[in-house]
């Protein structure tokens, strides 16, 4: 999503599902990429499930505050569709 180094000011971040019938599966979450191999990841969302036609917004910039060594990732089950805005 947003790779370390390139991370700016994130306001804002909004998760919507666009699938009509099905909930999507998310987790956010930051992780490093040391030449070592050996990541560290942190989740702000784990496993969250965003039901049909439905948005989650993440509005608190004081979340989004992390060491630029860190890049800013999602995951999304397999057959789910969501839209990802950030607000910069």
Known sequence: MIAPYDV??????LLTNVHATADATITLFIQD?????ATSTYNFLSTVAIPSDTALFLDDPTMFRFDEL???????GSSDTVDVMIST
Not at 8 to 13: A, E, F, L, R
Not at 70 to 76: A, K, R, S
């Open 8 to 13: 700016s000011n994130i306001k804002s971040i």
């Open 70 to 76: 860190y890049g800013l990732y999602i995951t999304v």
């Open 33 to 37: 990429d040391p030449e070592s191999g």
